[in-house]
């Protein structure tokens, strides 16, 4: 490889594009530094107004490496929230989910942008389906472990990191301290867009899964890349394919977390302040 060619793939990395991303945050917010990443998903949206003052709100596509969302529930923006304990949130409104065919980096993006802009924890959440029959829809569940079955990594090359409580106890801990019914799940996710089968749902129940969806597990492995320590939280929008007696439908599960909102959000937001 010449000289040339390594500059090139400096330039074009991940990690630069979350660099110009990142100075680009700095400069339009007037935040040097922010200390957790927050992407909000399906039902979810409504704690970012309970968490603390707005300072700033920049489109997605006005910042690199970001896009308007392809999803209706999600939002456009990238907003930074001083936390009532002094904090700064960088709630990331636009998720890239792998479906989209932007391809993994850009799904792992918003983390890394988090990472350069100093996050050190991060918050992310999902709207999915239960594999549990006792979980009525709008019931929260913390992430305890993951199963990635999109056949796909944000790590490039030989880069080998430890998923070894990844999904961090000790912030699971804090969440049962503001609420102790907070049950664990294992988290599948598959590639989409479409929902899973009835057979596909009963093979991740076999392996170990407790709720599926097509999110987070990739943004859970960049973030832990970037050395920073995760909570993950699902609420349950519907049951899943097969354990539902009736046929899914994306419609139901933006009605499912309208109808949980107001309460995930006051619970999301109680969590936060205490990060």
């Not at 970001?66 to 998720?95: C, E, M, N, Q, Y």
Request: charged share 20%; glycine share 12%.
């Amino acid at each position: 490889m010449n000289t040339n060619d390594a500059s090139d793939q400096t330039t074009n990395s991940p990690l630069a594009l979350a660099e110009k991303a990142a100075a680009v945050i700095r400069e339009r917010s007037g935040i040097d530094r922010h200390d957790i990443a927050l992407v909000l998903g399906s039902g979810w949206g409504g704690a970012a107004d309970l968490i603390g003052d707005t300072v700033s709100e920049i489109p997605a596509g006005e910042i690199p490496g970001f896009h308007a969302p392809a999803v209706a529930g999600h939002g456009a923006t990238l907003r930074s929230i001083r936390v009532d304990s002094g904090k700064i949130a960088l709630v990331l409104g636009s998720r890239t989910h792998f479906y989209e065919g932007k391809g993994v980096r850009a799904v792992a993006h918003g983390m890394r942008t988090a990472a350069a802009c100093g996050a050190t924890t991060a918050v992310l959440t999902n709207g999915c389906g239960g594999l549990r029959e006792e979980w009525e829809p709008g019931q929260p569940v913390l992430i305890s472990d993951h199963i990635n079955l999109t056949g796909a990594s944000p790590l490039e090359g030989a880069t080998f990191v430890d998923l070894t409580d990844l999904y961090a106890s000790r912030l699971r801990d804090l969440a049962r301290d503001v609420d102790p019914s907070l049950p664990d799940g294992v988290y599948v996710q598959f590639r989409g867009p479409h929902y899973e089968t009835p057979a596909e749902v009963q093979m991740a129940k076999i392996i170990g899964g407790d709720l599926v969806g097509m999110s987070t597990t990739l943004e859970a492995i960049a973030a832990r890349e970037a050395g920073m320590e995760i909570l993950g939280i699902s609420l349950v929008t519907n049951p899943a394919a097969g354990i539902s007696p009736t046929p899914l439908s994306h419609d139901e599960v933006i009605a499912a977390g309208r109808a949980a909102g107001p309460r995930i959000s006051r619970l999301l937001a109680d969590i936060i302040q205490r990060l």
